[in-house]
């Protein structure tokens, strides 16, 4: 009477060691098809709330909500926020604030690799952000990257966000608009003209004035 029972206790040890081994391997296969995280979410898990509060404030989170997007966001610290001059008069103001969001982001995904690849040879050259403004990209003889004028350092490189890339920097780019960081850029209105003098100002008659004036056609 013992064999048989010695025989069920091994079938079934048996396939319990299969039965793990499959939840295993199903356990490795969902993690290797496991949906690619979006860029919103590669930034949540960095940490960078100031540049989320950012987004969200601007209307433009669905830009890094897709998986799909192809684009490499310079995602500044929220430390770098802090350092950034006026920063509350720029939240403050959406028009601005959506400048300078967009200005973080390039068309395209960039590994640091590429962009030294793109630019060792002369050292410095320039990227087009997301708003069509220009970013300056120095690369140091060493591999160094350095961007925008304040020549801001990438502190953790090539996060993958589905189709894009994060590379997270230590200083908020900013764009090369005048005034930028002083607030709205106020526009003055030219002087008006000064109004013609009459005849009874000069005392001259005007039908005669206009009648020895060349006469130009306007199409």
Do not use: H, W
Not at 6 to 34: D, H, Y
């Amino acid at each position: 009477m013992r064999f048989p029972v010695l025989v069920v206790a091994v079938l079934l040890l048996l396939q319990a060691c299969f039965t793990a081994a499959e939840s295993f391997a199903l356990g490795s296969l969902s993690e290797r098809v496991a949906v690619p995280n979006s860029p919103s979410e590669v930034l949540e898990s960095q940490g960078l709330t100031t540049f989320l509060k950012a987004v969200n404030q601007t209307g433009l989170g669905p830009l890094f909500e897709g998986i799909n997007d192809n684009f490499t966001i310079f995602a500044p610290t929220n430390e770098a926020f802090q350092d950034l001059n006026n920063v509350s008069t720029i939240f403050a103001n959406s028009g601005t604030l959506e400048t300078l969001i967009l200005y973080q982001v390039v068309p395209g995904a960039l590994t640091t690799s590429d962009i030294v690849s793109q630019f060792e040879k002369s050292g410095v050259g320039t990227l087009n952000s997301a708003n069509n403004l220009e970013i300056l990209v120095f690369v140091r003889p060493n591999g160094t990257i350095l961007l925008g004028t304040d020549e801001a350092s990438i502190v953790t490189a090539n996060l993958s966000a589905g189709n894009s890339v994060v590379q997270v920097i230590d200083r908020v780019l900013v764009p090369p608009v005048t005034n930028f960081l002083l607030g709205p850029t106020v526009i003055p209105s030219a002087p008006s003209a000064p109004s013609a003098p009459t005849a009874a100002d000069t005392g001259v008659s005007t039908t005669s004035i206009s009648s020895s004036l060349p006469q130009t056609t306007f199409a």
